[in-house]
Nanobody, 120 residues
Framework: QVQLVESGGGYAQTGGSLRLSCAAS????????MGWYRQAPGKQRELVAT???????NSADSVKGRFTISSDNAKNTVYLQMNSLKPEDTAVYYC??????????????WGRGTQVTVSS
């Protein structure tokens, strides 16, 4: 009932930049947080960054100073600006949303993922 559509993945060279977007739609009453996770081959999914509607952010130490998460609350959209990319940033990036739906039930949704590949 809640859909997340990601865009913006692709290829970049070391030191390059990419910007991910994730738009949420559906029967959303309120959003508690939106964020990004990533999963590299052979590794567990890990937190990249999250943001609340009030603008409070949290990010992994490995991306601090390089990645910036932001959101447009009116559009239910979250962005991830990735700068100074490294080969170890290569992964599938997943959008995540936690909130309350129109039936006042808490939910958590995941996007399908978008591939980010950083070449050395």
């Amino acid at each position: 009932q809640v859909q997340l559509v990601e865009s913006g993945g692709g290829y970049a060279q070391t030191g390059g930049s990419l910007r991910l977007s994730c738009a949420a739609s559906g029967r959303i009453y309120s959003i508690n947080r939106m964020g990004w996770y990533r999963q590299a081959p052979g590794k567990q999914r890990e937190l990249v960054a999250t943001i609340t509607p009030g603008g409070t952010t949290n990010s992994a130490d490995s991306v601090k100073g390089r990645f910036t998460i932001s959101s447009d609350n009116a559009k239910n959209t979250v962005y991830l600006q990735m700068n100074s990319l490294k080969p170890e940033d290569t992964a599938v990036y997943y959008c995540n949303l936690g909130g309350v739906n129109s039936d006042y039930v808490r939910f958590e949704s995941w996007g399908r993922g978008t591939q980010v590949t950083v070449s050395s």
